[in-house]
Nanobody
Framework: QVQLVESGGGLVQAGGSLRLSCVAS????????IAWYRQGPGKQREMVAN???????NYADSLKGRYIISRDNAKNTVYLEMNSLKPEDTAVYYC????????????WGQGTQVTVSS
């Protein structure tokens, strides 16, 4: 089992920045990658970025250049730095940890709300 706890969300004005944190605990050695997803009001959940255990990163095309995902292995924490925020970035942001192979496991955090005011 893996537990994920997100934090760092809040209310920010357009153009501002926030840094989200996702702390992992439990059987973290089984994790292959950790991703950030978001779900805006009335929208489907979408992947924002992910980082593998080897440090490779991927981003949603629309967010490249504004969002940065990173990890601190010593703290078992993955960060999502969000810059130049826009009202359309308003969403609940979720952390997702995945173990590939058989069996496949996917773990979710409870989410953290990010609200960007215009």
């Amino acid at each position: 089992q893996v537990q994920l706890v997100e934090s760092g969300g809040g209310l920010v004005q357009a153009g501002g920045s926030l840094r989200l944190s996702c702390v992992a605990s439990g059987n973290i050695f089984s994790i292959n990658d950790i991703a950030w997803y978001r779900q805006g009001p009335g929208k489907q959940r979408e992947m924002v970025a992910n980082i593998t255990s080897g440090g490779s990163t991927n981003y949603a095309d629309s967010l490249k250049g504004r969002y940065i995902i990173s990890r601190d292995n010593a703290k078992n924490t993955v960060y999502l730095e969000m810059n130049s925020l826009k009202p359309e970035d308003t969403a609940v942001y979720y952390c997702n940890a995945r173990k590939y192979g058989l069996p496949f496991f996917s773990y979710w955090g409870q989410g953290t709300q990010v609200t960007v005011s215009s």
